[in-house]
């Protein structure tokens, strides 16, 4: 007879009775809304008022207890994936639940991964702010992004999030960061890799060098002056301006490096300063000046014309950190047997000597 009786008081409180839990969409995707509705169809106006809760797993949803038989979860997650049902209550306290349903939520793989740079284009320049976007345009839940540099493949760094692009810094680009880049995203469903972005590291200019070089120890009227521009740093193309007392003398580029020459034959206005000019596009570099004076013709009686062999080809001036003393010096000659390129004054230990001509000169910083 008591268990009879334990069985009447317990069925209206344990056993649905008309109610129904609807699931739309029956089939959510991770980051997607779920409508949940629980739907008394034999219920009239005229019946008493009732009191809803939905419930995941035992645990209560939303506000808990409401007068609104709807219930919306903005974004379903994988690890909402489980069991619901709803309750409704009635102002005396009786309850009725619905049936479980079991609702699934599921993942979207990962797909068309993308690597961008900012600054846009993949260039930089040396010492700028430098970042790699890793970009997914489909991919739910948690996303590990990872990025790689070069061909072999070095990991730089790797994150976990909700979201579908992810940013990897580099504060300050240098010329070893100029290289191959891809990332690499993945949410549970394997990886899925970017293409190859290459980045370039823009480098301004150094301040180039001047070689002046001339055929001959004292450069005279007629002859073909050399001049020779280059700056050890900074990125191709470079444009070299050549100049004689600030006046273009003209222009050549190098479009990979090694510097650029400018051939000059010179007549007497030739004498005076010359000075080179290099511009990458991110900033121009001026030379110092190198100064020279130049003879008149020389006398077909000449006696340097007998002299025995070799002679030299080309004999190099360089402009020097401070105008005004360079210096050339003999190859295995003593250090007071030298001549400055500004002047034409010569020891006379040199005018005995007769030696210059079997030695290339070379130029010395003091």
């Known amino acids: 007879m008591l268990p009879r009786l334990l069985l009447l008081i317990c069925a209206p409180l344990c056993e649905p009775a008309g109610l129904l839990l609807i699931v739309s969409p029956s089939h959510p995707t991770e980051g997607s809304p779920v409508n949940l509705t629980c739907k008394m169809p034999s219920l009239q106006s005229s019946d008493a008022q009732f009191q809803f809760c939905f419930f995941r797993d035992a645990q209560a949803l939303g506000p808990g207890w409401s007068s609104s038989p709807k219930l919306q979860i903005a974004n379903m997650w994988k690890e909402d994936s489980g069991s619901y049902w709803c309750e409704a209550q009635t102002m005396a ?111 301004p200019v150094s301040r180039p060098i001047l070689m002046v070089r001339a055929p001959r120890a004292q450069a005279v009227v007629g002859d073909v002056l050399k001049l020779h521009c280059e700056a050890l740093r900074g990125s191709h193309p470079i444009l070299y301006w050549f100049y004689h007392e600030d006046v273009i003398l ?90 400055a390129v500004h002047g034409r004054q010569q020891h006379s230990s040199e005018q005995k000597a007769q030696k210059p001509w079997g030695h290339i000169w070379r130029t010395r910083f003091p």
């Open 250 to 339: 003209g222009s050549s580029s190098a479009p990979s490096g090694g510097g650029a020459s400018f051939n000059l034959s010179l007549t007497a206005e030739h004498s005076g300063n010359y000075s080179c000019e290099a511009n990458n596009g991110l900033g121009a570099q001026r030379s110092e000046e190198v100064t020279l004076n130049f003879t008149g013709r020389r006398s077909t009686r000449d006696p340097l014309r007998s002299l025995p062999s070799p002679v030299p080809q080309e004999f190099p001036y360089l402009n020097s950190p401070t105008p005004g003393q360079l210096q050339r010096t003999y190859e295995n000659e003593p250090r007071e047997q030298s001549v």
């Open 93 to 203: 306290s009786k309850v009725l639940r619905s049936w479980r349903s079991q609702i699934n939520v599921h993942r979207v793989p990962v797909a068309d991964v993308s690597l961008e740079t900012q600054p846009p284009g993949g260039q930089v320049m040396e010492g700028d702010r430098l970042v790699l976007i890793c970009s997914v345009a489909m991919g739910t839940g948690d996303i590990t992004f990872l990025w790689y540099k070069g061909a072999i493949g070095l990991n730089l760094q790797t994150k976990t999030q909700r979201s579908l692009t992810a940013e990897y810094e580099i504060p300050t680009a240098r010329e070893s960061d100029a290289e191959q880049y891809y990332c690499v995203a993945e949410n549970g469903y394997g990886p899925r890799p970017s293409g190859l972005v290459s980045i370039t590291v823009r480098i």
